[in-house]
């Protein structure tokens, strides 16, 4: 099997280090990857923003980037959501391009939905001495339906203790373009997740979607709060009892 890495912008620019974990967890369930370089933004931000235009030339790159591959996979259920469910709603009218994106839809994973539907990963052989709660996110739980496999993964990791998160199917605020022209608003469903986060007793916040963590971690860092943030990725890659 091999799989073609959907790396993001945000982990691209922000947290290389997800994307080296997901390579890590893909070699150790023995599927090989690639990183086809044509790719680029998914043009979620032009799409919400109205600019359907410029959201159609970053899709149709994206279609081109990845047609060959055997199968797509994201760290980020935001991403996956725009290409499996919005690239069809923009060339609904242009048949040959929606075949395309149907094609690349029907091809293109989030990272927990891929390990655990498609490669049916029981044992991840995962160690973290930590207590943490999981985030999820809007996307991936309410576009994708990706809501159990985070859980049961890791639920494998060895070492953690994992805090059920209060109000956790609430929007962190970020939502993409939604944080910048309505930032009252977000920032105080921000602070409600902070509040819930932090009644947990948690030591480390994971997520799967890096909007939301990039969000949560700069507000955790104004805060002074001590609380990590973690992509579930780097921690099913972890094969140490370290500390995050």
């Not at 998160?165 to 022209?181: N, R, S």
């Not at 480390?204 to 969000?215: F, P, Q, R």
Request: some cysteine; charged content about 25%; glycine content about 8%.
């Amino acid at each position: 099997m091999k799989v073609s890495l959907l790396i993001t912008c945000l982990s691209d620019v922000f947290f290389p280090q997800v994307g080296k974990s997901v390579v890590d967890l893909m070699n150790r369930c023995g599927v090989e990857v690639d990183f086809p370089e044509g790719q680029t933004c998914c043009g979620q931000p032009a799409y919400n923003s109205g600019f359907q235009k410029d959201a159609k030339k970053a899709a149709k790159q994206m279609i081109k980037a990845f047609e060959h591959s055997e199968y797509v996979v994201t760290p980020s259920g935001s991403c996956a959501s725009m290409v499996c469910h919005y690239y069809k709603d923009l060339f609904k009218e242009e048949p040959e391009w929606y075949k395309k994106a149907e094609e690349l839809a029907g091809k293109t994973y989030e990272l927990t939905d891929f390990l655990v539907n498609i490669l049916h990963m029981t044992e991840l052989d995962s160690k973290l001495s930590e207590t943490a709660t999981f985030h999820n996110s809007c996307h991936m739980s309410r576009g994708m339906g990706i809501r159990n496999e985070p859980l049961q993964l890791l639920s494998q990791v060895e070492g953690l203790e994992l805090k059920e998160l209060p109000y956790c199917q609430d929007c962190c605020g970020f939502g993409g373009t939604f944080a910048a022209k309505m930032s009252p608003i977000s920032e105080k469903m921000l602070d409600e997740k902070i509040e819930h986060i932090a009644s947990t007793g948690a030591n480390v916040l994971i997520g799967a979607d890096l909007g939301c963590l990039l969000n949560i971690q700069g507000r955790l860092r104004k805060n002074g709060s001590k609380i990590q943030v973690a992509h579930i990725a780097e921690v099913l890659a972890r094969r140490e009892r370290s500390e995050c």
